[in-house]
């Protein structure tokens, strides 16, 4: 035999489908099953249009009947999709006379322009009434014996309008006598009471939890359910965090510092009447009845998860007291929280600076003003004196905190959320442990909070698995290639290094779309090309700001300078940067500089495998020896598959003329060849290399051999530009002539050696590692304190699309680490 008692929240009867369903579970329950009583809310957003209703017509505005019209019409409908005709009629007539009293107390608070607590709470009753009568008359109808009881004659409650103080005794007593003479299932208004007089109370928002509890533990039942929309208490609230999910078991602690803190699922002083009657609690999912949900009881189940849960109050202000004359002064603490409480004010979090130099207490914004001037009268002499510097009010910000019963046992509990706060750029402004040591909390900007919620879930529950946000620029040939590459590794990504890439952001240079949950990868082209936005950088960045999602990775695959640009602002807002352009790290020194300081200021990362040699290990290999205190003696390195190609297929068969077209035809090269041959490209790359290693380098300090013959230089067009190298031919085949006859080949080379960097087109020989270089490929030689002997070397192919967005992804995976 369970005996029970069972709520059902305003989410369970918020429309005419739940109704449905809390009948066919009721009408589930036979004999012993069946609960003694039924707690309903009233319908979902009831009570919230109730208020409102009465705040407008006490504002004089008739508005108020649109209202109470809206509320009128969703009994009424319901009452004519349950009812047939003549069972409408009787029905309709009695809601009707309810819902008149209803408009002539709103029409009243409407003449006198006024509704106190004590009006409101009357005001907020009708919602649970109506819904209590028309579900006890529905399961009527349903084969199950029901009653209709308003609460308000056996909830003997205190006169604290809106958060009414229940009598225990009285009330408990009540309830048994009512219930010995009954033998159908009560259908009990939640939330509703009466003070000795007989006035209508409230228990406080969310407070039908508390009337099932109240009621279960006076009957002293089995259990109490409290039935809503979803799997039970989660580990967050699923509207916030994704990820979150069921826990089976719970302390009633547990439940009542994670409702306190927030979880809106319970109401905190629900466990208070289960605790006292050892009474566990389930909460259960009313549309997915068969899930278990959560039992909340005494038993403390000792499992590997130290935190249950996290939760979030969505706004407090917080009152910070500083000055000298707290210092050793016994009693500051005494007198504050006195003032506090006769003033009736609850503080949330308290936190002391171990200094003593200073006391911060958070309070919901409505306590804000009270608290202050509590304070600022209970300190009056001090702060003239100048004892105590005046209070100081911060708003705007949220509480998180993380709940656990285990938490007690475990240190370094604090050090992990507060790191995992730091790494996702969340600024913590006050952090406090419950004194219970059951909760951890961290007062962040409100902003933060849904970004703080995931971080700190993340760290707790989820480190196995990651999720990096993408904000990609750039779907060009590497960014495209990208998209594809990251479509196709999506599922090993995840099963094998438990990694979820969502691509939230994209761009090209005309227009830019954002999707919060994500663009499908393999939809991107297509939803892009139907988005409405035009790009602009700027833009772009403030929207990854306010975004404002943990594990934020900007791509950028243009060759854009103004993209480039924008990094530091991106980097200084915690979004790591990877990149295959070059443009950012080829700037001035103190630019390089800046950025790398933003990165280590934010504690955000700034990759750029791609920048040297593709998808080739380069940048990484050469920090891995600086990691590990080789130092460089010297760098070789042939940089441009492109002048690899060209080199490789200049034989003097053909004119070099005639070799430069087949690159460029083939693909190889810039739209316009000089980009190649200038060897710019490859001076950034060696640049790079040279910062890369610390050395203060200017681009200009690099000391190049431009291959286009200085008369094709101003050449406006490629065809013109071809046409006058063919003219100066001469050059390379004497060059090619002089290496030949040493049996050399030619081969453009760039080195760093003696903090000196150069980029040349030299002759070497076939003892030269260079010599057997295969066509188009890259190498780099790293002659190191430890590779004397041998160089290390990289080598593989250094260009090509493929090759580079995989550099990219590469940095992307890192980023997980
Ligand atoms: P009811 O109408 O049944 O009283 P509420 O809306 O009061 O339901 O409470 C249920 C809601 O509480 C859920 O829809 C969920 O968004 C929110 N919630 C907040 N924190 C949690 C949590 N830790 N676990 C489950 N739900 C939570
Ligand atoms: N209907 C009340 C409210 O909305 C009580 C409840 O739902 O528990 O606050
Ligand atoms: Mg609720």
């Not at 698995?465 to 999506?490: H, I, T, W, Y």
């Not at 139907?530 to 960045?541: K, L, N, P, R």
Request: charge should be negative.
């Amino acid at each position: 035999m369970l005996r029970k008692v069972i709520k059902f929240g305003g989410s369970s009867v918020g429309s005419t489908e739940a109704i449905k369903k809390v009948t066919e579970i009721v009408a589930s329950m036979r004999g012993e099953e069946r609960p003694l009583a039924i707690v309903v809310s009233a319908f979902e957003k009831i009570t919230d249009q109730l208020i409102s209703a009465a705040k407008v017509a006490a504002s004089g505005d008739v508005a108020y009947k649109d209202i109470s019209q809206t509320i009128v019409d969703r009994h009424r409908l319901v009452a004519d999709f349950f009812f047939n005709c003549e069972r409408r009629t009787q029905i309709l007539n009695a809601l009707n006379s309810t819902l008149a009293e209803l408009e002539g107390i709103l029409y009243g608070i409407y003449l006198v322009r006024e509704a106190s607590l004590k009006t409101l709470d009357m005001v907020m009753s009708f919602g649970e009434r109506c819904s209590a009568f028309l579900i006890s008359e529905i399961f009527k109808d349903n084969a199950i014996q029901a009653d209709y009881l308003d609460a308000r004659i056996l909830v003997r409650t205190d006169e604290r309008f809106s958060k009414a103080k229940v009598d225990v005794d009285t009330t408990y007593e009540n309830i048994r006598n009512y219930f010995e003479s009954r033998q159908g299932l009560q259908v009990v208004t939640g939330f509703i009471g009466a003070t000795l007089r007989g006035d209508t109370t409230t228990l406080g928002r969310g407070g039908s939890d508390y009337s099932a509890s109240i009621f279960g533990a006076a009957l002293g039942v089995e259990e109490i359910e409290i039935w809503t929309d979803v799997d039970g208490v989660m580990t967050a609230d699923p509207r916030k965090v994704e990820k979150a999910f069921s826990i089976d078991q719970m302390t009633y602690e547990e439940a009542m510092e994670l409702s306190h803190f927030g979880a809106k699922v319970i109401y905190p002083p629900t466990m208070q009447p289960a605790l006292a009657a050892h009474i566990p609690l389930r909460i259960k999912n009313t549309f997915n009845a068969e899930f278990p949900g959560t039992l909340i009881s005494e038993k403390n189940i000792v499992s590997q998860q130290v935190v249950k849960g996290v939760s979030a109050i969505d706004e407090i202000s917080l009152l910070r007291i500083e000055g000298s004359g707290m210092v050793g002064v016994p009693g500051v603490s005494h007198r504050l929280f006195g003032a506090l409480a006769r003033k009736e004010v609850s503080v949330i979090l308290i936190t002391q600076a171990s200094s003593e130099h200073s006391i911060c207490i958070a309070v919901l914004p409505e306590f804000e003003l009270i608290a202050r001037e509590a304070i600022e009268a209970e300190f009056a002499l001090e702060i003239q004196a100048g004892q105590i510097d005046e209070v100081v009010v911060e708003g705007n910000l949220s509480i998180v905190a993380a709940v656990g019963e285990n938490m007690r046992h475990s240190p370094g509990i604090a050090g992990r959320l507060f790191q995992a706060l730091g790494k996702n750029g969340v600024n913590i402004v006050a952090i406090a442990q419950g004194s219970s040591e059951l909760n951890i909390s961290a007062v962040v900007s409100k902003k933060d909070q849904a970004k703080a919620l995931n971080v700190i879930h993340e760290a707790f529950f989820l480190s196995d698995k990651k999720r990096l946000n993408l904000f990609l620029v750039g779907p060009g040939k590497v960014g495209s290639k990208l998209l594809e590459q990251m479509a196709e590794q999506e599922g090993a990504m995840l099963s094998e290094q438990c990694l979820e890439i969502r691509l939230i952001g994209v761009a090209d240079s005309n227009k830019m779309l954002f999707v919060p949950k994500g663009v499908a990868f393999a939809n991107w082209k297509k939803d892009l090309n139907s988005s409405t936005e035009a790009m602009d950088i700027t833009q772009f960045v403030k929207k990854m700001r306010a975004a404002n999602l943990p594990r934020s990775v900007f791509v950028d695959c243009t060759a854009d300078d103004n993209i480039a640009a924008a990094y530091k602002d991106i980097l200084s807002a915690s979004i790591a940067v990877v990149t295959p352009n070059k443009k950012a790290n080829s700037r001035s020194w103190s630019e390089y500089k800046a950025l790398k300081n933003a990165a280590i200021k934010s504690n955000t990362k700034f990759y750029y495998e791609a920048n040297v040699g593709a998808g080739l290990p380069v940048i990484s290999t050469l920090r891995d020896l600086l990691l590990s205190g080789d130092e460089v003696i010297k760098i070789e390195a042939v940089l441009s598959g492109t002048l690899s190609f060209i080199f490789n297929a200049f034989t003097g068969e053909r004119g070099f003329t005639d070799v430069v077209k087949e690159a460029r035809d083939k693909g190889y090269t810039e739209p316009d060849p000089r980009d190649d041959l200038s060897g710019m490209d490859v001076a950034r790359k060696i640049l790079i290399l040279a910062r890369e290693i610390g050395i203060a380098l200017e681009l200009s300090d690099v000391e190049v051999e431009n291959l286009v013959p200085a008369e094709c230089r101003n050449c406006s067009t490629v065809e013109e530009f071809f046409g006058e190298l063919s003219q100066r031919e001469s050059i390379f085949d004497d060059r090619l002539a002089r290496a030949k006859q040493r049996g050399e080949k030619l081969c453009y080379i760039a080195s760093l050696a003696n903090g000196r960097a150069t980029v040349l087109l030299r002759s070497i020989g076939p003892e030269h590692p260079f010599y057997s270089l295969a066509v188009g490929d890259n190498v780099i030689s790293f002659l190191t304190k430890r590779y004397c002997e041998r160089p290390l070397v990289v080598r593989g192919p250094g260009a090509g699309t493929d090759v580079t967005a995989a550099g990219v992804l590469a940095d992307i995976i890192r980023l997980s680490d």
